[in-house]
């Protein structure tokens, strides 16, 4: 079966297109901008992709093998209503789905169980954790994750496998159309406004998932928050358990995070807890989780109010007394809508904030671009950051600020070209 993937490079098409070549499909695709995500596809075998997302292109690969099931980001309509390449493969008789149809034939021909890991925060850093215990155990799983980890592929299909590590977002609803055997809800905290108009909306989705979920390990802060009655396949964990201090990793939403990865596999393979603690403590990280770009720089996924302040708690950590930098380039201008009211304090324990232009993605064309000024503005105190650009002027000023033994961190979700992650890449490498 040949598989074109429609965005190949974004962070949860690109794995699964991995996961499809190694469980025997053709696969190809496409993306509207060259990425490090998409030299990571090429690198791993999957050179049939092209840059842009027109009739033509993906008329050429149709006629050259025949595509039998077009997969698309929810981005895809987002932008376009009548985006090409779809339009094309409904011309054509195509198969065409989003990507949770796709999964869920993997799951059913190759017999896998489903372990979902879903949440406001840290769903990318849970599930790498997961899998990390996994390897370290040297147990055979097949997984996905959103973002490069240097003990394993983003996507994996590993034949003989029991176990499917699926990071579940909740965004356009994907989450909803699995019943995972185990999920694991990392933190519940109202987002994706455009999809989810109401918390309520958000608070009921979440509810759907846990009911089709087999079992559930989550805290008992969103066992609360969500209104959950107490059935026995829930496994509600205390965050003041004293076992948490025994990790040792930095950052304590990480700890959070690694305590139920342990509790995931503790439960799946019984082993003890003291013996994942250990092998945990040993996590190497995943990249843009406050991944280190030279001595003094990291980039980070943070891009909610919520994750900056969980991203400022490690990076004090980090930086034990240093002055904390923050680069800051928010994520889409449809979000900023929504949330422009809640970022007041989030970027407390920031020395100073250079605040970057909205990095563009699966927009509403008739909305307004929300300029920094007007961003940096709601801020409760507005003077700790400034309105900055790309270019040779910030680099010296990280520059600067390196060399006074400050910690400057990135903060962006944006992945494809001229985004704050590639230019500092591109910028700041080791010698």
Known sequence: MHVY????????????????????????????RSSLSIAYLRRHGIDNVHIGQGREQITAVHKKRPIDWFVYSSALTMENL???????????????????????????????????????????????????????????????????????????????????????????????????????????A???????????????????????????????????????????NLFIQSSSKTLIESISLKGHYNRLNAWLAIQAVYHLLNVPIGQLVVMMNRFPGVQRRMEQ??????????????????????????????????????????????????????????????????????????????KSEELIAHLSNPGVAEPAELNQKLAECINDHIKSGDMVVAMTAGAGENSLDEWLRQKFTRK
Request: aromatic residues 12%; glycine residues 6%.
């Open 190 to 232: 109202w987002d994706h406004r455009e999809i989810f108009p109401t918390r309520e909306d958000y608070q009921l989705a979440f509810q759907e998932f846990i009911s089709q979920s087999d079992q559930t390990i989550l805290w008992q802060e969103d066992f609360d928050y969500l209104g959950l009655s107490e059935p026995t």
């Open 5 to 32: 993937f429609s965005g190949i490079g974004g962070s949860a098409i690109g794995p699964l297109a991995l996961i499809a070549k190694q469980a025997g499909f053709s696969v190809s695709g496409s993306d509207k």
């Open 82 to 188: 009548h985006p090409p390449e779809l339009e094309f493969c409904r011309g054509q008789s195509i198969k065409t789905s989003k990507r949770d149809e796709f999964i869920n034939l993997i799951l059913e021909e190759k017999k896998l169980k489903l372990i979902a890991i879903s949440g406001t925060n840290g769903k990318t850093t849970t599930t790498a954790m997961v899998i990390w215990l996994f390897t370290q155990l040297k147990q055979k799983v097949s997984y996905s994750v959103g973002a490069k980890m240097n003990f394993g592929t983003m996507g994996l299909y590993a034949p003989g496998s029991k176990y499917f590590i699926y990071e579940a977002d909740e965004f356009d609803r994907n989450f909803l159309a699995f019943k995972p055997y185990m999920s694991i809800i990392t933190s519940v």
């Open 293 to 370: 770009i030279i001595d003094n720089l990291y980039t980070d996924y943070a891009h909610t109010p919520e994750k900056i302040a969980a991203a400022l708690n490690v990076a004090q950590e980090i930086a034990a007394g240093k002055n904390v930098i923050v680069v800051y380039e928010p994520n889409t201008n449809r979000r900023q809508h929504f949330m422009i009211n809640d970022y007041k304090d989030c970027f407390n324990g920031a020395a100073k904030v250079y605040w970057l232009p909205t990095y563009l993605g699966r927009e509403d064309p008739n909305q307004r671009i929300i």
